[in-house]
């Protein structure tokens, strides 16, 4: 999903909020069910390196990628939210790494840069604390599905409408979406969500499936492991997003029926984000993924 300059110049000068990754609230979902599946080893190493002894220390820090991206000194990191699939949806879904990835990096070389430099015993105090901020977002970002296609800017110049409001398909995954399910938008509504989605992972919905979204997990090989959370992302492209294309979604309103068969995929990508990405900070930590 690429970024009009205008768009980003308008926001660089207003330092209005503009939410084009899963929004505050999914993002802080995703942190706190990875800190209900971190060991307490990864607590206390990540604790240290963000300099937050709170319960909520990776909430916190979840969306300071999407602040970083509107300052002057972040702008090179706006790729690095996404990776631009050039595939052929409802047809066929896929990415590429050498084909999607830009020059200017995105999500797969984004995770693999910030989980070395995480790891770094000689860069300084706050690039090791922004690498593990880097983290923390972009493993949220890459489990929307439309983070990982390029048709029509990832989903942005497709219009559509939201019980009655003009918007975007893009921000209705991002964003309306998730807040119609929760009913909410606050730091709250995510604890809130997290622990539903927890105890799903450990007892309920996803308890046979969490195994599974671990396969393939890797931290010597950040893209292999990211791209294989990127494919499984982007295969919802195909089957749910757009499953009948473009078209038929263009102008209508998607909080009815489509809402209906879009928010068990994304509640399974917060789930499987926040899961995985615990599993990638043991990783880091301990060498192991704890679970
Ligand atoms: C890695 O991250 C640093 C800090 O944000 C950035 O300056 C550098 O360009 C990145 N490198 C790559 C290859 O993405
Ligand atoms: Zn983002």
């Not at 830009?102 to 797969?108: A, M, R, T, Y």
């Not at 399910?181 to 989605?197: E, Q, V």
């Not at 979604?249 to 209906?260: A, F, H, I, P, V």
């Amino acid at each position: 999903m690429k970024f009009k300059i205008a768009v980003s110049v308008a926001f660089v000068t207003s330092g209005l909020p503009f939410c084009l990754a899963w929004g505050d609230m999914g993002h802080q979902t995703v942190a706190y069910i990875a800190s209900n599946f971190v060991t307490t080893p990864t607590k206390t190493h990540f604790q240290k390196i963000l300099g937050d002894t709170t319960t909520d220390y990776l909430a916190a820090v979840a969306t300071y990628a999407d602040t970083y991206r509107y300052t002057s000194a972040g702008l090179y990191s706006r790729p690095y939210h996404f990776i631009d699939a050039q595939d052929n949806p409802p047809s066929s879904c896929g990415v590429d790494y050498s084909r999607d990835c830009g020059k200017g990096g995105c999500v797969v070389s984004a995770i693999k840069n910030y989980t070395s430099r995480v790891q770094s015993t000689t860069l300084s105090t706050a690039n090791v604390a922004q690498a593990a901020k880097m983290i923390v977002h972009f493993v949220g970002d890459i489990h929307q599905p439309l983070h990982d296609e390029n048709l029509d800017v990832g989903g942005n110049d497709i219009d559509v409408t939201f019980n009655g409001v003009s918007t975007n398909l893009h921000h209705i995954w991002d964003t309306n979406m998730p807040e119609m399910y929760t009913g909410g938008s606050t730091i709250s509504t995510a604890k809130t969500w997290a622990t539903t989605l927890t105890k799903a992972i450990n007892t309920g919905t996803y308890s046979s499936d969490a195994a599974g979204w671990l396969t393939g997990i890797d931290i010597t090989d950040p893209v292999a492991t990211s791209m294989l959370w990127a494919q499984d992302s982007n295969a919802f492209v195909c089957t749910t997003v757009m499953p009948d294309g473009v078209s038929v979604l263009e102008n209508e309103d998607l909080s009815g029926d489509y809402y209906t068969s879009a928010m068990p995929v994304i509640e399974e990508q917060i789930a499987k984000a926040g899961y995985r990405l615990a599993a990638w900070l043991n990783l880091i930590a301990t060498g192991s993924t704890g679970l």
